[in-house]
Structure formats: C-alpha cells, structure tokens
C-alpha cells in the first residue's frame, strides 16, 4: 500500500485516527439509495469516479450498494493497533468492505479479520462485546470534530492537512511542503 511506501521513504510515524463515517448507520446496513436519501446525488456516476480514481491508485474496489457501521471495527483496530497488528488489521478491515462487501459491523466479522492476521479470535471477541475501548474511540471522534475533518482519508501534519484518496505524488509532494525528509 502506498502508506507503506511512505513509511519506508520517509521518516514518518502513521497514526490511524477513527472518524465517524456515517454513524447512525444501523448492523445490518443501508444501501446507499437509503444513506442518501433526500440529496440529488448521481450515485451511480459518484461510483463510478470512485472506482475510476481507486483504480488510477492501484486500490481495490468492488462495486458495492451498502454501507456498514464502522463503529466497531474502529473499536477493534486500537486494540489490534495496541497488539502490534494495526496496519495489518486497517487493510483487512479495507479489504472486506470494499473489496468483498462485508459486513464490517458484525462481531463474527470482525473476529474472523482479527484472526485472519493473527491475533487471538477470543480476545477480539471479549475486546468488542465488552467495548472495552469505546472511551478511546470516543475521544478519536471528539478530536476529528475539533479538527475540522469532513472526509476519509484525511492526512495531517501539524496545522496541515489534505483529504481525500490522493495519488502518492500527491502525498509525498504533502509532506515536502511539511519539511519531511526523504531517507532514501
């Protein structure tokens, strides 16, 4: 992924921060035709540039007609962040929704991501049915709003910030402005 890249050939730290995307959104989902209701929208042609533009980036994306509560897939990912495993558990929890359309609000789901990657399935389990980390969540949440952030991704550095999926010419010109070094 291209944040790897950055990683390597700069020296920055990566910190995931949880955003709330949708949160009303109930467990089962909604498709998109009910997430937007109301709004004139082309959701088809939105869909379409969004696919375009992941496909120009070397992302994956499938077509998809839902959305799915991330709630508690942010929960999980500061514990998996916290066992070592963040970076490995983001991109599964990327690739089963917008590659394999799953249910990202299901505890079995999430269980079964979280040992795809190694970790135990029996923890991740008591880590999201107890919600031991909502607090931490919470207060990720609470920071985005105080920040200013209206899209995902979002990329700060100090006062600065660019949104949206970018081309990595796009970041790494990003952090140039920011005076971030190149250490290869």
């Known amino acids: 992924m291209r ?13 995931w921060v949880a955003f709330p995307l949708h949160p009303e959104t109930p467990e089962e989902g909604l498709t998109l035709a009910e997430l937007f209701a109301g709004r004139a929208l082309d ?31 942010q929960e999980l990912s500061k514990w998996a962040e916290a066992e070592g495993k963040g ?7 990327f690739r089963a929704y917008f590659v ?31 919600r031991t980390i909502r607090e931490a969540v919470d207060a990720e949440w609470t920071r985005s709003r105080v920040l200013g952030i209206a899209a995902v991704p979002t990329v700060i550095m100090g006062a600065r910030g660019i ?22």
């Open 3 to 15: 944040i790897d890249r950055l990683k390597k050939e700069y020296e920055v730290e990566v910190k």
């Open 43 to 73: 959701i088809p042609g939105i869909l379409h540039r969004l696919k375009q533009v992941a496909g120009e980036l070397g992302l994956p994306l499938a077509d998809r007609t839902k959305t799915y509560n991330s709630r508690l897939a």
């Open 87 to 93: 970076d490995e558990f983001h991109n599964a929890v």
């Open 100 to 130: 394999e359309g799953m249910n990202i609000a299901k505890v079995d789901t999430l269980v079964g991501l979280s040992e795809s990657i190694g970790l135990p399935g029996d923890e991740a389990r008591r880590v999201v049915q107890e």
């Open 163 to 184: 949104a949206g999926f970018q081309p990595y010419e796009v970041l790494e010109q990003f952090l140039k402005s920011c005076g971030v070094e190149k250490t290869t």
